[in-house]
């Protein structure tokens, strides 16, 4: 028998949990304590999905933490290293966190909802707890919880034409980042021009946890003139497209200048923030260690690294580690990320995988770096 994992109350599941089951998941990762699919059992049906054709995602784990009152921009500035003052309301930010050492504890999209009113989407790690402490510390006058908010991805090149088909012409409005409140019949959900893909497409975030199947259903039935299939966040696209996963690319000790995150902090702005100095200093003395795109000899990898591969230097010096590596169809290729010290990035080098085979690392660019 495979090893399984064990579905429980204490791991909550999202309002789409159903919909997936009934839909042929065969495989979940836990992500900010919630189930989050990872597979439907047919990677090259589900990578060609969101790439020729349309994909739809339960991305419930991507909770929300809400942040709203009179000091909520206060406190949104405070917690991120981008800042979020110019942004409009209908708008979202990508809006990398840290701590007071410049470390990335978190890497959400902030939607400005109102002036005073914040959704910070997250990826995996506690940040309500954060938010919350920081802003009682403060004594800031803002309520930080989290809403029954979640939402399901729509991605890929037919994304565009099922939400048309389902919602009207006016979705083709939205900019890059942009969010509308919308209705569906007796379904609340706020519709983004936003997802973990490089494809193009939407997120519905989904104010009613009791409409998770409806929802997901009705999108189903608008997509299947467009082809579309269940996925997940794609493993392998999402380095293709140089989306960052956090944790999964960076373990829980690097810094965003590392991790080439440059473009969406706002370091010199006047007003203090959480990580501020340590980010200056280090953007300074320039960062330890890069984080790479490379490509990986060896036969198609049957399915993403489990662990980390070490990573060593002609002479055999250990000089880093491959945090991830995956077959890409657009590369035909192993396509990998790797976090290697600033003096050896940029060159190729030798990894071992777990099984203790060699491999040739060609490096390909620093992650972030505009292609
Ligand atoms: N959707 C929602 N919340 C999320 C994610 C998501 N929270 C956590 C995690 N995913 C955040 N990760 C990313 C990383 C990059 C992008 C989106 C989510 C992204 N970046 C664009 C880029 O890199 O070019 C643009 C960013 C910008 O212009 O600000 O799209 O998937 N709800």
């Known amino acids: ?13 999202s309002p789409f949990f159903e919909a997936t089951i009934s839909h042929g998941v065969k495989q979940f990762s836990i992500y900010n304590h919630m189930y989050m699919p990872t597979s439907y059992g047919n990677p090259t049906a589900e990578y060609e999905a969101l790439t020729e054709k349309v994909s739809i995602w339960d991305v419930g784990c991507e909770r929300q933490v809400e942040i709203v009152g009179p000091d909520a921009l206060e406190l949104v500035e405070y917690l991120s290293t981008r ?11 990508y ?24 959704w910070v989407s997250i990826a995996d790690g506690d940040l309500l707890l954060w938010a919350q402490a920081v802003s009682s510390e403060r004594n800031l006058n803002c309520s930080v919880f989290e809403p029954e908010v979640s939402p399901l991805a729509v991605q890929g090149p037919k994304a565009d034409q099922t939400m048309v088909d389902l919602l009207g012409d006016w979705v083709m409005d939205i900019p890059f980042f942009g969010f509308m409140e919308t209705q569906l019949d007796d379904i609340p959900f706020i519709i983004c021009r936003s997802g973990w893909s490089g494809q193009g497409g939407f997120e519905l975030f ?15 039935n608008s997509g299947l003139r467009y082809g579309i299939h269940p996925g997940t966040p794609n493993a392998v696209e999402r380095i293709e497209s140089g989306l960052l996963s956090y944790r999964t690319d960076c373990g829980a000790s690097a810094t965003p200048l ?21 980010l200056l200093a280090e953007k300074s003395r320039g960062p330890t260690r890069r984080l790479v795109k490379i490509l990986l000899s060896g036969e198609p990898l049957a399915s993403p690294t489990e662990e980390p591969w070490a990573a060593f230097d002609e002479s055999g010096n250990k000089i880093g580690e491959i945090r991830v590596a995956a077959w890409s169809p657009a590369m035909e290729g192993n396509l990998g990320l790797a976090l290697i010290s600033s003096k050896d990035a940029g060159r190729d080098f030798n990894a071992e995988s777990r099984d203790g085979q060699s491999h040739r690392a060609t490096h390909l660019s620093y992650f972030g770096e505009r292609n």
């Open 1 to 13: 028998m495979t090893s399984e994992i064990a579905i429980g109350s204490r791991v909550r599941k």
């Open 83 to 93: 800042g979020m003052r110019s942004c409009k309301e209908g708008r979202a930010r």
């Open 95 to 118: 809006t990398p966190i840290c701590d007071h050492q410049g470390i990335l504890i978190n890497d959400p999209i902030t939607l400005c909802l109102r002036d005073d009113r914040y």
């Open 206 to 220: 989904l104010t009613d946890g009791s409409k998770g199947i409806d929802l997901w259903e009705r999108v189903w």
């Open 258 to 278: 590392e991790l080439g995150l440059d473009r969406f902090m706002n370091l010199e702005r006047d007003e203090h923030f959480i990580g501020k100095e340590a």
